[in-house]
């Protein structure tokens, strides 16, 4: 392996003139927790189904724990891949489910019940196992959906909006249960459209916007790639004459009065500097200045829009 769990390249999608995918190029590394975001609509599933090979691709390269899956199918008995659109077998009891999706991944019939039996305890889903599928709630039925994907213990996880569906709670705990995942030295991919999700576990993002790469990077670095144009001061205490002092100042764009200071926007065409020059002109003892990093969030509306983040 390269030291990528998943390496693209120039991988593109056609769907009846409509571009679902254009030269896409996109490296995972291996033992990441690697976020896919975009708004709905921007390619993050097709790109997924196509690098599993679930969906023929028009052009590019695809390789999966170092094999292209197109040449060799047995790559894909170390993934675990849960769709967007969940496919359990409602009439199914809940354990057989588990355990014949378990079986099609070469897990051994009586293994994949002990596994089943654990998971489902661990899901809190220990009385449910003899129930028919179709007889769980919609957040459950994703739980054992979840199940399914991990069971046969795959190197490489594909999750396409696991979060999907599920209250808080449970979005919580399958957060749990990916971070522990990780932290076993697995690559876990996922794709969402809720920002958030991939700001509070991803050490790598993509961005995609109508089917192309906007950024790509390590979440410290992408934050970092918003600039230094957020500011934030703090004094010891704010007077009458520091806030007289600060509404005189035409080097920022936006003020922000917070309990012990503000936080500033610089001006299209000021410097970093002005920031300390103000500092120095409020007659207050300061406390704190620092650059504010933007967040993931303000990151994707500069690149994509508001619209798109909304």
């Known amino acids: 392996m390269t030291g990528d769990a998943m390496q693209i390249e120039g991988l593109t999608k056609r769907y009846a003139g409509h571009l679902a995918v254009e030269e896409l190029a996109l490296s995972v590394p291996a033992g990441s927790i690697y976020g896919l975001l975009g708004p709905n609509g921007a390619g993050k599933s097709t790109t997924l189904r196509i690098a599993l090979g679930i969906l023929g691709r028009d052009a590019g390269q695809v390789l999966l724990l170092g094999k292209d899956p197109g040449l060799d199918r047995r790559v894909l008995d170390r993934i675990g891949y849960l769709p967007e659109e969940r496919g359990l077998y409602k009439k199914m009891r809940v354990i057989d489910c588990i355990v014949f999706f378990a079986r099609l991944k070469g897990v051994p019939a009586a ?6 039996i654990d998971w489902l305890e661990r899901m809190s889903l220990g ?3 003899d129930r028919r599928v179709e007889t769980l709630s919609k957040g459950m039925q994703q739980k054992v959906q979840f199940i399914t994907t991990v069971l046969h213990d795959p190197e490489l996880l594909v999750l396409d909006e696991p979060f999907s569906g599920l209250d808080p709670v449970n979005q919580e705990v399958l957060r749990t249960t990916v971070v522990e995942a990780h932290r076993r ?5 996922f794709s ?3 920002i958030e999700h991939a700001e509070e576990i991803c050490d790598h993002v993509c961005i995609l916007a109508g089917g192309r ?3 790509d990077g390590s979440l410290a670095g992408i934050r970092k ?3 230094d144009r957020r500011w934030t001061i703090e004094v010891e205490a704010v007077t009458p004459a ?7 100042e035409r080097a920022f764009s936006g003020v922000t009065r917070r309990p012990h200071g503000w936080v500033l926007e610089l001006a299209p065409g000021a410097e970093p500097r002005a920031v300390l020059e103000a500092a120095g002109r409020l007659g207050a003892v300061v406390t704190r200045l620092s650059r504010l990093e933007p967040t993931l969030r303000e990151v994707f509306v500069e690149r994509v829009g508001q619209g798109a983040a909304a």
């Open 185 to 189: 030295g697995k690559t876990i991919l």
């Open 225 to 227: 790639s918003g600039g």
């Open 213 to 215: 790469k906007v950024l």
């Open 127 to 129: 009385g449910w196992g």
């Open 192 to 194: 969402t459209h809720i």
């Open 111 to 116: 293994e994949a019940r002990r596994r089943a």
């Open 242 to 248: 520091a806030e007289a002092a600060m509404a005189a």
